[in-house]
């Protein structure tokens, strides 16, 4: 199941410049888009979401960008901070379905 | 802030034995969710639950699967006859509603690991 992709598996960013987190999907019945980030040994932790009907959303360092006609997705985060190192899941819900389609996670890695 | 709760955090057990994973929703939550991933793999859904009674699931919830909300704040996935190939992590997730979008809610998960 190849739904939604996260062709970077990790990245590795100085503590206040920005981190671009990349997703593509190749359902076009998706309508509606998460970020969650995990910690080892901690479950995925909400960070924001995105519907379909928008391109951008923004909340405090964290604005997720929606390329429909690319069915492509980004996080950015800026500027970045060590405690953002975890890894980062990309997950899609299409309509009328409460299932979320997870992406493999792109490890982020914040150093000094 | 209120948060998912799961018990136990690793759980072994023999193949063919049967386990109950616990998981305590928030509170004004009304749907209920179970992922689960395998070491080295996707998360990957399973079953969605709401007003007492299964609105979704996946290939992989078959008949040796099973979820209860057995009280007011319980909500309980059962594996009959385990599996070696049941090994992995069990996520527990709840939200408020589907109609506002607002996103599902995960706790840190068990760690099930079948000899």
């Known amino acids: 199941d190849q739904q939604v992709k996260q062709n970077s598996p990790s990245l590795s960013v100085q503590e206040g410049r920005i981190s671009i987190l990349n997703c593509d999907y190749t359902n076009s019945m998706f309508d509606y888009f998460l970020w969650y980030k995990k910690y080892p040994a901690e479950g995925p932790t909400f960070l924001i979401s995105?519907?379909?009907?928008?391109d951008k959303n923004e909340d405090g360092r964290f604005t997720v960008f929606l390329n429909k006609s690319a069915k492509h997705l980004s996080l950015h985060i800026v500027p970045s901070q060590p405690g953002d190192s975890a890894v980062y899941f990309c997950?899609?819900?299409?309509?009328?379905?409460?299932?979320?389609?997870f992406g493999t996670g792109t490890r982020l890695q914040v150093f000094p | 802030e209120p948060e998912v709760t799961q018990t136990p955090s690793h759980q072994v057990t023999q193949m063919g034995q049967e386990v109950i994973l616990r998981c305590v929703p928030i509170s004004n939550h009304l749907y209920f969710y179970w992922y689960r991933q395998i070491l080295g793999q996707k998360v990957e859904f399973l079953v969605s639950?709401?007003?007492?009674?299964?609105?979704?699931k996946s290939e992989i919830f078959d008949d040796q699967f099973s979820v209860e909300r057995p009280d007011g704040s319980n909500f309980t996935l059962k594996i009959r006859s385990t599996k070696l190939e049941d090994s992995a992590m069990y996520f527990c997730?709840?939200?408020?509603?589907?109609?506002?979008?607002?996103?599902?809610?995960f706790g840190d998960g068990t760690r099930l690991s079948i000899l």
């Open positions: 997730a709840s939200r408020t509603d589907r109609v506002s979008n607002q996103p599902q809610h």
């Open positions: 639950f709401y007003n007492n009674e299964i609105s979704e």
């Open positions: 997950a899609a819900s299409a309509l009328n379905t409460d299932k979320l389609i």
């Open positions: 995105i519907s379909s009907i928008k």
